[in-house]
């Protein structure tokens, strides 16, 4: 079984993001920029299900700019066999990322995609959705455990009430939760070994996508700062305070 791996290349999760001046964007000028970390979770535990033999290949791929290539390459060090860039320098936004997988996922007939439930940059939680829907595959997404076994695979997710267990059949999607697992450290000889796996080079137009934006940007703000806070003398003025100025209680 071939497991799917899509990856992210996102502002590094360290980064204080700083809104461009013109009100459009965010400046991704001199910044690091790093896989994003629930991708990272996802290519660990596709790398787990391969080395406890539920799975035979897997395959990471990522779509956006050439320096996409940095982070397959760091898939491909954490255990991933190959790899696939959608080069493109387009904006991409979700729907046209879900339509380039499952332009993939045609082609490559993985018996799972597990991707992160969202992108730290975007925060937008919908591709691996859109991917379902686009597939017409099942999903299960937010996994806190996945277990492969024969034509299925099981996923416990955390909701609000407790665990919930689904079953589906393969193929199928998953996404990632945080506490799926923790992924391995990059070893040297890993980055190096990595640097020599096969890295497939592939356009939007390959895939026979469009991916032409279909949401506008209005205009992107920084919060609204905060005043800065104030100390009082003793807890009756602290209530006083609470009571008159502030009217919270
Ligand atoms: P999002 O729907 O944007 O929050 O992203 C959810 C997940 O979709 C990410 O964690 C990735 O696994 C995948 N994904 C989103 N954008 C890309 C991209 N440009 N290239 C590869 N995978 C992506």
């Not at 990272?40 to 790398?47: F, H, L, P, T």
């Not at 992108?119 to 991917?131: H, K, S, V």
């Not at 455990?145 to 024969?150: L, P, Y």
Request: charged share 25%; aromatic share 2%.
């Amino acid at each position: 079984m071939k497991i799917l791996v899509p990856v992210k290349r996102v502002v590094d999760y360290n980064v204080k993001v700083r809104v461009k001046a013109d009100g459009t964007g965010v400046d991704i000028a001199n910044v690091k920029m790093s896989m994003n970390p629930f991708d990272e979770i996802a290519i660990e535990e596709a790398v787990r299900l391969k080395e406890k033999g539920a799975a035979t290949e897997v395959i990471a791929v990522s779509c956006g700019v050439s320096q996409c290539q940095e982070t397959l390459r760091t898939a491909l060090a954490i255990g991933a066999d190959r790899a696939i860039h959608v080069e493109t320098d387009a904006e991409l936004q979700p729907l046209a990322v879900a339509k380039l997988l499952a332009a993939l996922v045609a082609k490559e007939q993985p018996g799972l995609v597990i991707l992160g439930k969202q992108a730290i940059d975007d925060d937008a939680n919908q591709t691996g959705q859109m991917l379902a829907a686009l597939s017409g595959l099942p999903q299960a997404t937010f996994a806190s455990k996945v277990e492969v076994a024969g034509d299925r695979v099981e996923v416990t997710r955390e909701i609000d009430g407790g665990l919930e267990v689904l079953s589906m059949g393969l193929p199928a999607i998953v996404t990632t939760d945080l506490r799926l697992n923790e992924p391995r450290y990059v070893t040297l000889p890993n980055i190096m070994k990595a640097k020599k796996k096969p890295l497939e080079n592939v356009k939007p137009a390959d895939l026979g996508v469009d991916v032409a934006p279909r949401l506008k940007t209005l205009k992107v703000a920084e919060p609204a700062g905060r005043k800065a806070g104030i100390k009082v003398a003793d807890v009756a003025a602290l209530v006083d305070k609470l009571k008159n100025e502030a009217k919270v209680i």
